[in-house]
């Protein structure tokens, strides 16, 4: 980086150039009053301002495109590690979004695994459920086809007892 002297140099050189840029204004305003006069402009000093005006402009170019070359060779932008810089912060934050992302994966990763857990869970109950209807359902068919057959042997032995005493 450039001495504390050549900065102050600068910073006067841009001062001077801000001061050239109020004169600059100041010409042009006078160049309107000129053209403005109801007698018509003048055209000596209208010719003055302009030709001042003009060179302004140029020394103000010729500063500020010094002071631009002046920067650049103090900190040449091949050796700036801004690119590096901003290209890291990049991948910083395309990595942040990427572990937000991931985070969020796992999450209904996770929510989905214990909602099938709970579904197995409720299936293999279901299952049992079914298991167990079945299993009252053939003692209730056995429970009736015994009452069935009780009903029908005490009608024969009705039967029979009719019978004998008939004899």
Same mark, same amino acid.
């Given at each position: 980086?450039?001495?504390?002297?050549?900065?102050?140099?600068?910073?006067?050189?841009?001062?001077?150039?801000?001061?050239?840029?109020?004169?600059?204004?100041?010409?042009?305003?006078?160049?309107?009053?000129?053209?403005?006069?109801?007698?018509?402009?003048?055209?000596?000093?209208?010719?003055?301002?302009?030709?001042?005006?003009?060179?302004?402009?140029?020394?103000?170019?010729?500063?500020?495109?010094?002071?631009?070359?002046?920067?650049?060779?103090?900190?040449?932008?091949?050796?700036?590690?801004?690119?590096?810089?901003?290209?890291?912060?990049?991948?910083?934050?395309?990595?942040?979004?990427?572990?937000?992302?991931?985070?969020?994966?796992?999450?209904?990763? =996770? *929510? /989905?695994?214990? #909602? &099938? +857990?709970? %579904? !197995? @869970?409720? $299936? =293999? *109950? /279901?299952?049992? #459920? &079914? +298991?167990? %209807? !079945? @299993?009252? $359902? =053939?003692?209730?068919?056995?429970?009736?086809?015994?009452?069935?057959?009780?009903?029908?042997?005490?009608?024969?032995?009705?039967?029979?007892?009719?019978?004998?005493?008939?004899?």
């Amino acid at each position: 980086m450039a001495p504390p002297q050549s900065q102050s140099t600068s910073m006067e050189r841009l001062h001077h150039v801000e001061k050239r840029i109020v004169r600059v204004l100041e010409l042009a305003a006078e160049a309107m009053d000129d053209l403005a006069y109801t007698t018509g402009p003048r055209m000596d000093a209208l010719f003055a301002h302009c030709r001042e005006f003009m060179q302004c402009i140029k020394d103000i170019q010729e500063t500020l495109r010094q002071e631009i070359t002046s920067a650049c060779e103090y900190r040449p932008f091949e050796k700036s590690d801004y690119n590096a810089r901003m290209s890291s912060e990049v991948c910083v934050q395309k990595l942040e979004y990427l572990l937000i992302f991931l985070n969020e994966m796992k999450h209904n990763t =996770d *929510e /989905l695994k214990h #909602n &099938t +857990d709970e %579904m !197995k @869970h409720d $299936n =293999d *109950e /279901l299952k049992h #459920n &079914t +298991d167990e %209807m !079945k @299993h009252n $359902n =053939d003692v209730s068919v056995d429970a009736s086809m015994q009452v069935e057959e009780q009903i029908e042997a005490d009608i024969v032995k009705e039967e029979w007892k009719t019978s004998i005493f008939k004899v």
